[in-house]
C-alpha cells in the first residue's frame, strides 16, 4: 500500500502526540472521525505503526548518563554474530545495538547512572560478550537533538 497525505500527516502527528483522541486528531486533519479510526487502524495492521509507547525521561529514572559503545569482532562469521546479537539484547541497560558498516562492526546507545554504574555495566555483561576484539566507548556530554519521529 502507498501512503496518501492524509496518512503521512496522520502518522506524522501519531510520532509526536500518540496520546490524541481519534475526534482531535480527525479534526485536524479535516476527516471525519470513523474515516479517520478506519485509516489508523488500517496502518496498525499493515504495520506502518509498530506500537505505542511512553517515553520516560533517563534524569529522572536515575540514567542520565549516555554511552556510546563501538565494538569489533574476531571475525564476521555468521555464528559469531548470532551469538554476539542474542547476548547483547539480554543487557538490559543496552537501548540500541546496530549492526554497521564502518571502523566498528556494531556500535550500542547504552544508559548508565553515572561512570561507576558503566565500569559495572562494562565489567558484568561487556567483557563477556562472545567475539569480541576491541571495544570503544564514547560518553555524550550533552543531547543536543533527540526525536523518536521519522520524516513523513
Known amino acids: 500500500m502507498?501512503?496518501?497525505?492524509?496518512?503521512?500527516?496522520?502518522?506524522?502527528?501519531l510520532q509526536k502526540r500518540g496520546r490524541?483522541?481519534?475526534?482531535?486528531?480527525?479534526d485536524e486533519i479535516n476527516l471525519s472521525a470513523s474515516a479517520c479510526h478506519r485509516r489508523v487502524q488500517r496502518l496498525e495492521t499493515e504495520g506502518y505503526i509498530k506500537g505505542y509507547v511512553a517515553l520516560l525521561d533517563a534524569r529522572k529514572m536515575g540514567v542520565p548518563a549516555t554511552v556510546f559503545v563501538e565494538i569489533t569482532l574476531n571475525t564476521q562469521a555468521d555464528e559469531v554474530l548470532e551469538s554476539f546479537e542474542k547476548a547483547v539484547a539480554r543487557i538490559p541497560d543496552v537501548l540500541e545495538c546496530h549492526l554497521t558498516a564502518g571502523s566498528a562492526d556494531y556500535?550500542?546507545?547504552i544508559v548508565a547512572e553515572d561512570t561507576e554504574d558503566f565500569a559495572r555495566i562494562h565489567r558484568q555483561y561487556l567483557t563477556r560478550l562472545p567475539g569480541v576484539a576491541k571495544m570503544q566507548s564514547s560518553f555524550a556530554l550533552r543531547t543536543v537533538f533527540k526525536t523518536t519521529a521519522l520524516p513523513v
Open 2 to 13: 502507498s501512503l496518501d497525505l492524509n496518512d503521512r500527516r496522520l502518522l506524522a502527528i
Open 20 to 26: 490524541i483522541s481519534n475526534a482531535e486528531l480527525a
Open 107 to 109: 556500535i550500542l546507545k
